[in-house]
T-cell receptor, first 115, second 115 residues
């Protein structure tokens, strides 16, 4: 069974500091991995996805993530945090080998950005 | 058009009422989804439609009844709900199943309150 674990339910950074949100996955087959962002009272927006083409994935809003198979990790980073980055971030995993298409979300990490 | 539109944005209903949530997309996506999200929790999959056919039902109670009239529309019919069904209901769409490499496009959700 697939799963993702997000380390840290809350992360607080200062504006301009590095953002690092951690995600580890468990999957019996090569996974597809995603990061989504959710702003208050809104739906989720896809930030980036890993689909085995390249291990370093660049997404929107200056975010990127690196797939490390040996560590079963897919951590999300951004070099310099902006106030507008404050939101809930979800790591997610899916696979295309079951005949269905389920995306399983991690518990989420709330990012706070201090001025 | 790269949006998923959900109506209504807010809904308050009594436990004996019948109501429907609506979702529409015009991106040519052939997979559509209903997710339920409780406060401070990740989205939980309810139903998946692929090419207008129900492909996944995550053991959702029968008081929730999905319908996919055509490739652009997805409805969720509600009847005899309980207060614990109060949540944000999210609709999403993606390119076709079963490949799980396509991310979702989410709507902004319907905030449902059952009284």
């Amino acid at each position: 069974a697939q799963s993702v674990t997000q380390l840290g339910s809350h992360v607080s950074v200062s504006e301009g500091a590095l953002v690092l949100l951690r995600c580890n996955y468990s999957s019996s087959v090569p996974p597809y991995l995603f990061w989504y962002v959710q702003y208050p009272n809104q739906g989720l927006q896809l930030l980036l996805k890993y689909t085995s083409a390249a291990t370093l994935v660049k997404g929107i809003n200056g975010f990127e993530a690196e797939f490390k198979k040996s560590e079963t990790s897919f951590h999300l980073t951004k070099p310099s945090a902006h106030m507008s980055d404050a939101a809930e971030y979800f790591c997610a995993v899916s696979d295309g080998n079951t005949g269905g298409f389920k995306t399983i979300f991690g518990a989420g990490t709330r990012l706070f950005v201090k001025a | 058009d790269t949006e998923v539109t959900q109506t209504p944005k807010h809904l308050v209903m009594g436990m004996t009422n019948k109501k429907s949530l609506k979702c529409e997309q015009h991106m040519g996506h052939r997979a559509m989804y209903w997710y339920k999200q409780k406060a401070k929790k990740p989205p939980e999959l309810m139903f998946v439609y692929s090419y207008e056919k129900l492909s996944i039902n995550e053991s959702v109670p029968s008081r929730f009844s999905p319908e996919c009239p055509n490739s652009s529309l997805l409805n969720l019919h509600l009847h005899a709900l309980q207060p614990e069904d109060s949540a944000l209901y999210l609709c999403a769409s993606s390119q076709d199943l079963p490949k799980g490499s396509y991310g979702y496009t989410f709507g902004s959700g319907t905030r449902l309150t059952v009284v």
